[in-house]
C-alpha cells in the first residue's frame, strides 16, 4: 500500500526520506517519488519501479529541505512515472502526497479543467494540488483545510509549499499520518517503521485532524475548528528489528522468532494462582464479559483465518457460540447487531479499512468491540479502545506468520479467561496454562525440522495446485497453510474441510495433485486417515502433518509436531506450513518478502 514520509529540519532532506521509503518498501508498492523545497522552488523526481529506481534518478547530494516522499500502490491510474507521487499545481509551488481515494475526483477534475487547469496525471490525487493552488489562502493550513472540505474520501496526506519552507501540512481521514518527534526535527510518516530510526516519540493524528508541522514541533487542528491536543507516544520498537539480520528474508526471520514472540504474547498473563489468564488491556468488568451471549471475531485475511482458530477455542473452553466472519464482508451486509453479542477485531496491522470499517459499523450500532492487534497505538486499536497487543514485533514480510501464531494464542488466552469465568475447571484451566507455557520450546522443535521440510518442498516446485485438507480444527489450519503457499509460491492453493471432498473437491484429486492433510491425534484421527485413503485411491500424492505414532497409511510425506492439548494443537501443526511456503515460494524463486499484487496493510476498500 502507499506509503508517505516527510522531514523537516536542519539536515538535508533526500537521504532521510530515501532511507524513509526503503522502510516501506515492505508494504508494497509499484512507484515512488521525492519533492524537496530548495531555494523557494520545488525539485521533484520520481519513477515507477523499486525505491533503487528512483535513487538511480536523484543527482548526487540532491539539496533541500523540508521534503516529502511516497510509494504508490496503484488505484486510479497505472503504475507509470507521472501517476507517481508528489503531484504539484500548475506553477510547482505546491506539493502534495496522498494515500487514499478522492472519491469525488472526476467532478472536482471536470471543475478545476473548466477553469483551465491542465492535468498531469490520472491520478485522483493530483486535484488535491490544484486545489491546495487554488484557495489562495494567507497559509498553508488555511489552503489545506479549505481544499479538504471539498473532498470526499479517504486520506493520509503531507503538503509541502516551495514558498514558505518552515512548514509542512498534514491531515489524516481514514488513512494513517504519524508524527516523529526529533531534536530541532520532525518527520511525517505512515507507518512507524519509516520512524523508528529517528525517533520513538511518536505522534498518532486521528481522523478529521490537521497538524503543522515545524522543526521546532506541532500543532494540532481539527479539520472545522480550532487547536485539539495529540499527545505523543513513545514506541517500543527497535531499529534491529527492522533489518532482516543473518537471515535472507524477513519471512524467515519472522518464522524463526516465533518461540520468542511467543514469550511476549504470555508474559505477564499466565495466573496460575487461580489457573486462568491476565488480560491488562481488555477492561471489561467480569459481569460485563458473562453477559455475552456470542462472540463474533472479525479480520481479513490471516487475521480471519486466526479468528477462525479463536472462534473455535471460545466454544471449546468458555462454551460460547463463537463465529469468525471477514470483515470485510461483514460491512456490506448490514449485519444484525444485537447488544449481547461481544465482538473482536483481529488485525496485525492494526490499520487495515475493511476491519476498521466493521469496527465503526459494530459502535455506531451500540454493540461493544475489543481488538486483538500487533501494533502499538495504531487506528484500529485506538478505535477499539481496548484489547489484546500482541507484542511480537514489526512484522515486515508482506505475508504474516509470527502474528498468526501470536494471535492464536491471544485467544487462547482469552478463551482460558472466559472459560474459567463460565465453567472451565481449575484443573482444566491449569493444564492449559502449563500447555502454553510450553509451546516456545515446541516450536523450537520444529523449526529444527527445516531440512526436512525444505527436503519435502520439492515435491511441490513444479506443482500447478496444491489442496490442503483437515476437519474441525484441522480446518483453519489447512485454511492458513493454502493462503500461505499461494501467497508466496503463486501456487494455486485450495482448502477444503476435510469432511467436504467427496461432495465436490475430489474431482480435483489426480496424480499431478498434491494434497496437504492435517492430521492431528484426536478424535477424528480415523476419520482423516480415511479421507488420505480416499486420496490415494484417485492416485493423489499425499503430505500430512500430524503428531508422533505410527499412521496406518502410506503417505508420501511426513512432517510431525509435538504434541500439546488437544485445544492447542492447531497452533503447532500451522508452524511446518509456513516452512512448507517458504521453501517452496525459494525453489521457485519469488520475491518471497514482497509477493506480486500484494500489500502489507490494506488501507484501501
Ligand atoms: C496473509 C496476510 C494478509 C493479512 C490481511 C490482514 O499472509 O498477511 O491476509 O492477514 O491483509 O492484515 P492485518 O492483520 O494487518 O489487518
Redesign the pocket.
Known amino acids: 500500500m502507499c506509503g508517505i514520509v516527510g522531514y523537516i529540519g536542519e539536515q538535508q532532506a533526500a537521504p532521510i526520506l530515501m532511507e524513509g521509503l526503503h522502510r516501506l518498501e515492505y508494504r508494497g508498492y509499484d512507484s515512488a517519488g521525492i519533492a524537496l523545497a530548495t531555494g523557494g522552488e520545488l525539485k521533484v523526481f520520481k519513477s515507477k519501479g523499486k525505491v533503487r529506481d528512483l535513487e538511480r534518478l536523484l543527482p548526487d547530494h540532491p539539496k533541500g529541505t523540508p521534503g516529502i516522499a511516497h510509494t504508490r500502490w496503484a488505484t486510479h491510474g497505472e503504475p507509470s512515472d507521472r501517476n507517481a507521487h508528489p503531484h504539484c499545481d500548475a506553477r510547482n509551488r505546491y506539493a502534495i502526497v496522498h494515500n487514499g481515494i478522492v472519491e469525488n475526483a472526476g467532478a472536482l477534475r471536470a471543475q478545476l479543467e473548466a477553469k483551465g487547469v491542465v492535468f498531469r496525471s490520472e491520478t485522483d490525487s493530483e486535484v488535491l494540488a490544484h486545489l491546495i493552488a487554488a484557495m489562495d489562502a494567507e497559509t498553508l493550513i488555511e489552503a489545506v483545510r479549505g481544499a479538504l472540505r471539498l473532498v470526499v474520501g479517504t486520506y493520509g496526506l503531507a503538503v509541502l509549499d516551495s514558498k514558505r519552507p518552515d512548514t509542512i501540512v498534514v491531515a489524516r481521514n481514514g488513512s494513517p499520518v504519524i508524527l516523529g518527534i526529533g531534536e530541532h526535527e520532525m518527520f511525517v510518516a505512515s507507518d512507524v517503521s519509516a520512524l523508528v530510526r529517528h525517533t520513538q516519540n511518536v505522534v498518532h493524528l486521528d481522523d478529521g485532524d490537521v497538524a503543522v508541522v515545524r522543526a521546532d514541533g506541532y500543532e494540532t487542528f481539527t479539520l472545522d475548528g480550532g487547536p485539539i491536543v495529540r499527545a505523543p507516544l513513545m514506541i517500543d520498537w527497535q531499529v534491529e528489528s527492522l533489518s532482516k539480520g543473518s537471515f535472507d528474508h524477513f519471512m524467515r526471520k519472522e518464522i524463526a522468532e516465533q518461540p520468542e514472540a511467543i514469550r511476549r504474547v504470555l508474559s505477564g498473563r499466565l495466573e496460575s494462582r487461580f489457573s486462568t489468564t491476565h488480560i491488562g488491556g481488555l477492561e471489561f468488568a467480569a459481569r460485563e464479559l458473562l453477559e455475552a451471549r456470542r462472540i463474533k471475531i472479525l479480520?481479513?485475511?490471516?487475521?480471519y483465518i486466526a479468528g477462525c482458530v479463536g472462534a473455535q477455542l471460545i466454544e471449546q473452553l468458555a462454551r460460547l457460540p463463537a463465529h469468525a466472519e471477514p470483515a470485510s464482508e461483514f460491512r456490506y451486509r448490514n449485519p444484525v447487531i444485537e447488544p449481547d453479542t461481544l465482538y473482536i477485531a483481529?488485525?496485525?496491522?492494526?490499520?487495515?479499512f475493511d476491519?476498521l470499517s466493521a469496527v465503526q459499523e459494530v459502535k455506531r450500532k451500540g454493540a461493544r468491540v475489543f481488538g486483538i492487534v500487533n501494533v502499538v497505538g495504531s487506528t484500529i486499536a485506538r478505535e477499539c479502545g481496548r484489547g489484546i497487543y500482541l507484542h511480537a514485533g514489526p512484522e515486515v514480510a508482506?505475508?504474516?506468520t509470527k502474528?498468526f501464531t501470536s494471535t492464536a494464542i491471544a485467544f487462547a488466552l482469552f478463551a482460558i479467561y472466559l472459560g474459567r469465568l463460565r465453567d472451565l475447571s481449575a484443573a482444566n484451566g491449569a493444564r492449559l496454562l502449563t500447555a502454553l507455557a510450553a509451546l516456545p520450546a515446541q516450536v523450537e522443535a520444529i523449526l529444527a525440522q527445516e531440512q526436512k521440510i525444505a527436503t519435502l518442498a520439492r515435491a511441490f516446485a513444479n506443482t500447478r495446485d496444491a489442496y490442503f485438507v483437515g476437519r474441525a480444527a484441522g480446518f483453519p489450519v489447512a485454511m492458513e497453510g493454502a493462503?500461505?503457499l499461494k501467497?508466496v509460491s503463486y501456487i494455486h492453493a485450495e482448502a477444503y474441510p476435510a469432511s467436504e471432498l467427496k461432495h465436490g473437491p475430489l474431482a480435483l484429486i489426480a496424480p499431478e495433485t498434491p494434497t496437504v492433510i492435517v492430521l492431528p491425534r484426536d478424535e477424528l484421527f480415523a476419520k482423516n486417515t480415511s479421507t488420505i485413503e480416499e486420496i490415494r485411491a484417485r492416485r493423489g500424492p499425499t503430505y500430512v502433518v500430524t503428531h508422533p505414532g505410527t499412521l496406518p497409511v502410506t503417505v508420501d510425506g511426513v512432517i510431525e509436531v509435538p504434541k500439546s492439548e488437544p485445544e492447542l494443537d492447531p497452533i503447532l501443526l500451522n508452524i511446518p506450513l509456513q516452512l512448507l511456503a517458504y521453501h517452496v515460494a525459494l525453489a521457485r524463486g519469488t520475491d518471497i518478502d514482497q509477493p506480486r499484487n500484494l500489500a502489507?496493510?490494506?488501507t484501501v476498500e
Open positions: 479480520g481479513c485475511g490471516s487475521a483481529v488485525s496485525q496491522s492494526g490499520e487495515t476491519t508482506v505475508v504474516s502474528t493462503l500461505k501467497e502489507k496493510s490494506v
